[in-house]
Structures are given as structure tokens and as C-alpha cells.
């Protein structure tokens, strides 16, 4: 069964610092693979996503990620972050296929501190 | 753009009501999906449904069901509230056999007292 793992629960960067959030995923395959925001009371945005191809995936409000497939890792980056980045990010996987988004798991997500 | 709309932002129901949140997209999206979200576990599919009156169980069914009439709208209905369903509730749509994005309501923040 595929599953996706975010080690960081919480995590506190300065304004104008670099950001990483990690996120590993477990599937017999390269799946597919998301980054979702969360911003305070709202929805989940999807950021980016990564299906094939060129490793390094870029995305809205600045963001990129990577795909590794030796350490079967997706991290999350961005050189500079903004005090509108506090957000709750999700990292999310799904199977290759034309099965459905109903097969898609979710991480438990990271929340993001923005501090002056 | 691709608007999902959730009827209540916040919800206050005492155990034992019967409650229902309401979903509706503009996209004429086949697909609906609905997730509760909860600190630490992340998003679970609920109920998912890929065409008027078909539905599908997720992981955490148990104590939900749904109704789609309406191609734009899907209802999640708590037959009867407990307070283990005090939750954040997404709704989601998307294309039939699309895996690679879905589009999200605001949620709804259920609370049962």
C-alpha cells in the first residue's frame, strides 16, 4: 500500500529565510506527487505536482520541489519566505494510472510559522 | 475558476441530529469527494462519488452517508452526530479519471456537542 510520510509537524522559519519541508512516500512505482497549501480556514491549494519528467518541479507563489528516486523523497522548497507562506502544506501520493484521485493519500501535514 | 462551495463555514450540532453539509461545484465536474480532516491524521476520504446517484466508500465510511441528485451538488449527511465526528470537512471535485488535480471547498468545521 502506498503511504506518505511529512517528519516535520511543525516548523518555524524568519522571514526572508529558506524553506524545506520534507516528505518521503512509499510506492512500488514513481507515483504521482503533490504539494497542497492550506491556508487558515481555507481549502487546499495545490502548489505543484510531479508526474514524470524533469525532476525539479516548479510551481505557484515561488515554489519548486524535487523528486529523488533513490531517497524516494519530494521536498518542498522556497529561497525566500514571506510572512503570507504561514500555512499548513501537504504532501500527497498517488498511483500512475487512470484509476482516480479517490486512490490519492495525503500526508498529515506541516505546519509553517512565519516569524518578523 | 474553479469554484466549490461549501454551505457553512462553521457548524454547532448536538449528539444525535441529523446534519447535513452541502457541496456544490461549477465546473461540471463527473467526481465529488468528500475528506475529513483532523490534527495529525491528515485528509480521509469519506464517501467519493463519479456520477449522479453512484457512490463510492473511502477509508472512514463508517457513520456517513451521501446523496448526489444533482450533478454540481454532493451532500455528506451524519445520520446521527456523535462528538468523535467534531471535524474540519472538505469537499472536492474533479474530471472522471482524472488523478492529477482536484479542486477544494473551504471546508466546513463541524462541531458536535
Known amino acids: 500500500a502506498q503511504s506518505v510520510t511529512q517528519p516535520d509537524i511543525h516548523i518555524t522559519v524568519s522571514e526572508g529565510a529558506s524553506l524545506e519541508l520534507r516528505c518521503n512516500y512509499s510506492y512500488g512505482a514513481t507515483p504521482y506527487l503533490f504539494w497542497y497549501v492550506q491556508s487558515p480556514g481555507q481549502g487546499l491549494q495545490l502548489l505543484l505536482k510531479?508526474?514524470?519528467?524533469?525532476?525539479l518541479v516548479q510551481g505557484i507563489k515561488g515554489f519548486e520541489a524535487e523528486f529523488k528516486r533513490s531517497q524516494s523523497s519530494f521536498n518542498l522548497r522556497k529561497p525566500s519566505v514571506h510572512w503570507s507562506d504561514a500555512a499548513e502544506y501537504f504532501c500527497?501520493?498517488?498511483?500512475?494510472?487512470?484509476?482516480?484521485?479517490?486512490?490519492?493519500?495525503f500526508g498529515i501535514g506541516t505546519k509553517l510559522q512565519v516569524i518578523p | 475558476d474553479v469554484k466549490v462551495t461549501q454551505s457553512s463555514r462553521y457548524l454547532v450540532k448536538r449528539t444525535g441530529e441529523k446534519v447535513f453539509l452541502e457541496c456544490v461545484q461549477d465546473?461540471?465536474?463527473?467526481?465529488m469527494f468528500w475528506y475529513r480532516q483532523d490534527p495529525g491524521l491528515g485528509l480521509r476520504l469519506i464517501y467519493f462519488?463519479?456520477?449522479?446517484?453512484?457512490?463510492e466508500k473511502g477509508d472512514i465510511p463508517e457513520g456517513y452517508s451521501v446523496s448526489r441528485e444533482k450533478k454540481e451538488r454532493f451532500s455528506l449527511i451524519l445520520e446521527s452526530a456523535s462528538t468523535n465526528q467534531t471535524s474540519m470537512y472538505l469537499c472536492a471535485s474533479n474530471w472522471l479519471r482524472s488523478n492529477t488535480e482536484a479542486f477544494f471547498g473551504q471546508g466546513t468545521r463541524l462541531t458536535v456537542v
Open positions: 500527497a501520493v498517488g498511483p500512475p494510472d487512470s484509476g482516480g484521485y479517490q486512490k490519492v493519500t
Open positions: 462519488s463519479y456520477d449522479v446517484k453512484m457512490k
Open positions: 510531479y508526474f514524470s519528467g524533469d525532476t
Open positions: 465546473m461540471d465536474h463527473e467526481n
